[in-house]
């Protein structure tokens, strides 16, 4: 049953949101396309081009994972897959608490892959979420954050799809949403690689047109 559950409330809040955004007016349309490119620019170049510094510290995702292991009730047996894993520091946390459990990655980023953190070097690969190279029922929990919305509205869709195929029954999708033109408008302003922009109202169509049953959650700007 679809349900709304903020499991990400207890990652950090990003400072200077307001200063970075303003950076990201006076980006070029050339410029963006850099950063579409998720290679280094985006992931460790300024801030103007993406995250600004893509390194593991625990504050970011241990208290998360915990949370998620709670709520989905998980353990040494449970698979896990995370789309738009980046480097693998969700996972790397996962492995901690679940030394035992199945967890495997996929990013469109090779830069990521590439620089994936050690512990997860052999199970994350690169690769697109609209065609995931896992069989049927492979994964106890599939886990999806801000990464769908990067995508044209079909590879959304078949990432919804994708997602629904592997999960042999739970999922979490956090997408980017907006529920008045103030919240359009600064979403605009501060992601600059998603394709995909909605009202709330239009991810529940696409959440009912696709067959999604699981959580989400939205991010706001």
Known sequence: M???????????????RDQIANERLKLTDAEKEISRQFGYEYFDGPRKFGLGGYYYH???????????ISYYK??????????????????????QILPGSTLKGIDISKYCIDN??????????????????????SFDLVISIATIHNLDLEGVKKSIKEINRVSKKNAFIKVNAHSNEKEKEAFANWNIVAKTSLYESEWLEIFKETGYTGDYYWFKP
């Open 2 to 16: 679809l349900n709304k559950v903020n499991l990400l409330s207890k990652y950090p809040k990003t400072k200077g």
């Open 58 to 68: 625990p504050k970011f995702f241990t208290e998360v994972v915990k949370d998620f």
């Open 74 to 95: 998980l353990n040494n047996n449970s698979s896990i897959l995370d789309v738009g894993c980046g480097k693998g520091f969700m996972l790397h946390d996962f492995k």
């Open 116 to 137: 994936c953190i050690d512990t997860m070097v052999n199970d994350c690969v690169v690769g697109s979420c609209d065609d995931l190279p896992f069989k049927d029922s």
